[in-house]
RNA sequence: GGCCCUGUAGUUCAAUGGAUAGAACGGAAGUUUCCUAAACUUUAAAUAUAGGUUCGAUUCCUAUCGGGGCUACCA
């Protein structure tokens, strides 16, 4: 229980014996008190709503909950009435028993997983045309941080990887490394395999632009002269003979996904993220007709002249929305409304979030619609954690102006330059090489997935790679800075075995410092009902910049009071645990020393 | 056109309907060398506009104006 749920259930019932009702807890909002009122106390009931059931004025209503608190409780050393706000201040010894008993538990305020019922994360969903790029980065961040924080909530987590390695797009990519790719190989090439096989869906557009370049100049419309293009009709002739199993087509296709697969792998890895289960839409893409099926049965649906099926949701405010095509195959709702059905019937989950950019939000309205009509009682538990897109400081990603941020080389560029600031300033000289290297991949990786997760998912963001990677300021390095200094003091104090003393004075700053104790695991909390990596994210640099600003006040190897250097020495353990565990939620490592 | 998201210091980001809208970077001034990429203190600087609901609005509602996205028998 936090603090501020224990006071919450206090003034509840402070609440009921003073006015008679009973009220539940979550009624109250206590806050912790604003930083210009903290000398009146760490933390502040609001009883504006409870005013029309005291029938008393603001002043009034605070300072008889104010006297009831204290009567009946144990944990108020005071409290003062400014307005409508009731400032409590919590008895220091509270505040010592509190840490005493937490700071030796490293894993504070995260739990295990509870079983039960599963939570589905679906995130990454990468195309096998093209490498992986800096919007699938956020992707991947956010899906991976997501589920950990379930996780740390006692939630049971499957991560799931849906592969789109079928289609038109693919068939362009083969195509092109059929004409023009001499047998080319990844190991031939030197080349990594998702790379290799962007390269020839590049190359097919560019050939596709010269054919109907010329072709218009011939006199064609654009238009007639894609129609009219040869290569283009190749790649559909392909695609239809892999849905007709063609042995030598699906040979192709199965050979060039591999490669790419192998080029994800060194990605994620890279990234640090593993799937539970991986589909693939080639597996995937013909579900969902089944329910088609049982929407034309219960009326749901219905069927158009050219024998085309579609659902009417006008009323909904949308438009009428294709399920099945007039030939009967199905489109990407079809599919979609299918891997839902199988994998609700897979993991019987709890909820289903699907990370998807925001571009795709009116398809998460149609999907959860369309089930929700066929009467299944899960579409509310799907939710879709949208995301904005991801720009640079030169301005918007386009393929076209190839100004995509390839996601390797980003991560490599971060890297390098957590090399380069580290060597000009020769602070690892003492490390192996081995050591080294593992710090430049800890801090380079860390600026990154920090500076993309601190932000809230459903806004466009700017990344600046080169701001992201300062040691100073909201950044990964900076956190991950504080946790090695706190690390190295540690170091030095050790064999002095520190204890907690309930002697100790303790100095307004340092009351501030431990609201860590309350509001970790509260944070976590609401990040994970958020979906919010960026929760964490903001509270770890806060928590961060506070611990300095302590350090900096008391420097705990100078302190000669026993008593209060051991409280500080605790409460460094407790925050050097905090951040890390904090940055853990996020997918970042933190360097025992750097 | 319709639908969805979004608009906060110069810039990048915060703020369950609560007190005087917080930080960071950058700018200006100063202190210090404490363990580690310096730190600390002070300072200037913002809620797009107009209404409404409320004891109280950056937050909720309406309109207007900006930015982005969707509006495929592509996935």
Redesign the pocket.
Known sequence: MTIQELLAGRAAEAFNQLFGTVLSPSDF?I?R?????RE??DF?L?V??LLKLSKKSPEETARLMGNKLQEITDEIESFSV????L?LRIKQQFWVDFITKKYTNTSFGLKKPEGGKPVVVEFSSP?TNKPLHLGHIRNNLLGFSVSKILEANGQSVKRVNLV?D????ICKSMLAWKLFGNNVSPESSGKKGDKLVGDFYVLFDKKFKEECGSLVAKGLSEEEAGNRSNLMSEARNMLRKWEQQDPETRALWSMMNQWVYKGFEETYRQLGIVFDKTYY?SET?LLGKKLVDEGLKKGVLFR?D?N?IWIDLTSE???EK?LL???GTS??MT?DLGTAQLRYDEFNPSEMIYVVG??????FDVLKLVLKKLDKEWADHIFHLSY??VELPEG?MKSREGTVVDADDLIEEMKVT?RQ??EE?G??DDFDSEEAVR?YDT?GLGALKYFIL???P?????F?PS?SI??????G?FIQ?TY??I???LR??EGQDFTMQGSVTLYPKEISLSILNYMFPQVINDAATEYSP??IA?YL??LA?EY??FY?EH????EENTNSKDYRLALSVLTASVLKNGMKLLGIEVPE??
């Open positions: 909002t806050q008190t604003v930083i210009n009122f009146q106390g502040s609001v504006f709503p400014i307005k409508g706000f400032n195309n789109n079928r289609g038109i797009h839409e893409y158009k050219d085309s405010g949308l438009d294709l095509r007039a030939d489109v990407y599919q925001n571009e795709q939000n009116y398809h904005g897109m918007k957590a600031m580290t300033l602070k690892i710090l801090v601190k932000v809230d459903k806004k466009n963001m700017v600046n701001e300062d040691f100073n300021g909201n950044t390095p800075y090695a200094r690390k190295s003091v030095k104090a960026s929760v903001n640099f806060e910049k300095n600003q900096h420097p705990i190897l100078k020393r750097m």
